[in-house]
């Protein structure tokens, strides 16, 4: 474990020696990002010209949603978002020896290699955008669903990073299939909503197959109050169970592997 | 857009037949067709983004029937319209430009006796063949399971005049995906012009939502920009909510945004190939 903490100390030392390079560019993203934040916000307003609620949730529990998920999103992107779009190409390409031959964890190494560090400043950001909001819509919580609102989130991350795993390593049977990271991208930023709005067949969608209830509905259901203790054990029990079958797939598609290169 | 495909086919100067397109095309869609799974995944990709929109709005709408004049049964098929517009009139070439211009292999391309911009549009409209399938077969899956929610153009006029539209909103989407791939020539990555451009697009074609429901100052701006014609210029006509001046002015405009991004990419080529350093030569 020591030596996975050494070797994840280098990774980040890498990454932010990379962004001190490019600071223009990481100025220049950090501007979109304050408009694609604002063209988030100006979803929720549009919808809130119509109605006084969607779905039971108020307008300030749907921009606490939103930024759950986008903090969410955040934090995917700053520790795995950069390392496992990669996979299908280096799959496909036969570049999975580097790591392989590596004396760790080909996985590890995959999912953590570059640490996005100007999403590490875009997430500073949006938690005090999310500290005005909870002060603009005057939200008082209960210290306990706090609690469990950020372990829900932290189950999260670790569902999202299943998900992403479990369809790249579908690259080792369809190859060339590095566009599936902007359809999971495009899933997963359906769980900015409630589910409730949804079907009954998509709403169980959304807690198994595709489960884009766990980064922001589940969360914040919990932080409002709205969970029952055994949703929040699904929701925790999932998150794990997902996880190890995401590690066991990439296990098994690994043995299908041919390297193309040598 | 149109006079951008001909000024290049005189380019030709005739010497390039109507079946070396017709092989250009079924090139093209052999290699499509060889990573079947790539062209499934963008498909799910483009519906997915308004996937849960109609269910939003449905939920917006309550015991509502009408709002802005949208009955529930439009704004399920406004979405449903969409969809059908991403699969069939939505370009994404840029990626592939990039590439060429960053790897260098737009070399090769200038090598042969046909232009670039010829390969690539032939590139991306035989794309299109196999997604307008893909939309085709859905649309019909939709409109039979159900009809109430999937609304019909009630004369033929309508039909001529919104596939009209899908060409307008086609050469404008591919126009902007030149632009940003073509901007690889000075700043190599594109990926923050392409997000700038396609946040632009998300807000002011009205892919959030009609763009009658967005405050009046935001329905000003999309006015004064190409983004509507992609979109919601198309929807409307679809939706019958026009009539003949509106529908003339739009085409005239959705005309007039083609000929000016046409001007503006073939400029930037023209530029771009000054600059360009051909890596790997």
């Known amino acids: ?262 | 857009m149109l006079c951008f495909l001909l000024l290049k086919f005189r380019q030709g100067r005739g010497k390039i037949h109507s079946i070396m397109y017709l092989q250009l095309t079924k090139t093209w869609l052999q290699r499509h067709l060889s990573y079947r799974a790539r062209v499934v995944i963008w498909a799910v990709t483009d519906i997915a983004h308004i996937i849960i929109f109609p269910f939003i709005w449905l939920s917006v709408y309550g015991q509502q029937q009408i709002i802005q004049g949208y009955s529930r049964a439009d704004i399920v098929t406004y979405y449903i319209i969409i969809g059908f517009i991403g699969l069939t009139a939505t370009a994404h070439i840029s990626n592939v430009i990039r590439l060429d211009i960053m790897e260098g292999a737009l070399n090769g391309f200038l090598t042969k006796p046909l232009p670039y911009n010829i390969f690539r549009i032939f590139h991306e409209l035989s794309y299109k063949i196999i997604t307008a399938a893909i939309a085709l077969v859905l649309f019909l899956i939709v409109r039979l399971s159900f009809p109430e929610y999937l609304i019909m153009p009630a004369t033929l006029t309508t039909w001529l005049l919104f596939f009209l539209s899908l060409i307008g909103a086609f050469a404008i989407s591919y126009t902007f995906e030149l632009i940003i791939g073509f901007g690889a020539f000075w700043f190599g990555e594109t990926s923050a012009l392409n997000q700038f451009i396609n946040l632009l697009q998300m807000v002011f074609s009205g892919t959030i939502a009609p763009l009658i429901f967005f405050p009046s100052i935001i329905q000003q701006v999309a006015n004064l920009l190409p983004f509507k014609y992609l979109i919601y210029f198309p929807v409307e006509i679809y939706l019958n909510h026009l009539n003949a001046g509106e529908i003339i002015a739009g085409f005239t405009y959705q005309l007039i945004w083609m000929g000016a991004l046409a001007l503006f990419v073939f400029a930037l080529w023209r530029r771009g190939l000054k600059s360009y350093e051909g890596v790997g030569i």
């Open chain 1, 1 to 262: 474990m020591n030596k996975y903490f050494k070797i994840y100390k280098i990774f980040m030392a890498n990454s932010f020696s990379y962004e001190a390079q490019y600071r223009g560019d990481t100025w220049i993203k950090m501007f979109f990002n304050i408009i694609w934040l604002a063209s988030m916000f100006l979803t929720v307003e549009v919808v809130f010209r119509h109605t006084s609620a969607l779905a039971g949730w108020d307008k300030g529990e749907i921009y606490l949603m939103t930024l759950f998920w986008i903090l969410a999103d955040e934090l995917a992107m700053m520790i795995f978002g950069a390392n496992l779009p990669q996979l299908p190409d280096t799959i496909t390409d036969g570049k999975l020896d580097i790591y392989l031959t590596k004396p760790m964890s080909a996985l590890f190494a995959i999912s953590t290699k570059i640490f996005l560090v100007r999403s590490l400043y875009r997430f500073i950001m949006e938690i005090i955008i999310l500290a005005a909001v909870i002060w603009k819509f005057d939200f008082a919580f209960n210290l306990l669903y706090v609690f469990f609102s950020i372990l829900l989130g932290l189950a999260g991350i670790f569902v999202l990073y299943s998900f992403t795993l479990m369809l790249n390593t579908l690259a080792f049977w369809l190859h060339r299939i590095d566009n599936v990271n902007v359809a999971i991208s495009v899933l997963t930023s359906l769980g900015k909503y409630p589910v409730e709005v949804l079907p009954r067949t998509m709403r169980i969608l959304a807690f198994t197959a595709i489960p884009i209830a766990f980064t922001a509905y589940i969360p914040v259901a919990a932080l409002t109050g709205r969970s029952s203790w055994h949703g929040i054990l699904y929701a925790l029990v999932f998150a794990g169970l997902f996880f190890w079958g995401a590690v066991k797939f990439w296990n098994f598609a690994l043995k299908r592997y041919s390297s193309a290169s040598s």
